[in-house]
């Protein structure tokens, strides 16, 4: 059974920092790239920040210079490092572990954990 479960959300004032992390089970974790996603409310899923299995990494331009994507492959987690955070970072992050092989893709999701940006 394919788990993961992140963690880290929470109540943070505008410039302020937040480490979330996503803690994966049930698959062959340096095999897939992982990334993060948001929803603030009444919008669609975005991308955040998305890390290859070789460690590459690719962000979006509302967070670049701000987050820090990284992945530690012995510990099955990835983290998404949020500096200078802004009310507009408000959102659920949800954590992301997608792979395409022999044909198939496989993607899964975690719960999503909450990230509130106010002062």
């Known amino acids: 059974q394919v788990q993961l479960v992140e963690s880290g959300g929470g109540l943070v004032q505008p410039g302020g920092s937040l480490r979330l992390s996503c803690a994966a089970s049930g698959i062959i974790f340096g095999a897939y790239a992982m990334g993060w996603y948001r929803q603030a409310p009444g919008k669609q899923r975005e991308l955040v920040a998305t890390i290859t299995s070789g460690g590459a990494t690719n962000y979006a331009d509302s967070v670049k210079g701000r987050f820090t994507i990284s992945r530690d492959n012995a510990k099955n987690t990835e983290y998404l490092q949020m500096n200078s955070l802004k009310p507009e970072d408000t959102a659920v992050y949800y954590c992301?572990?997608?792979?395409?092989?022999?044909?198939?893709?496989?993607?899964?999701w975690g719960q999503g954990t909450q990230v509130t940006v106010s002062s």
């Open positions: 992301n572990a997608d792979r395409f092989t022999g044909g198939i893709r496989y993607e899964y």
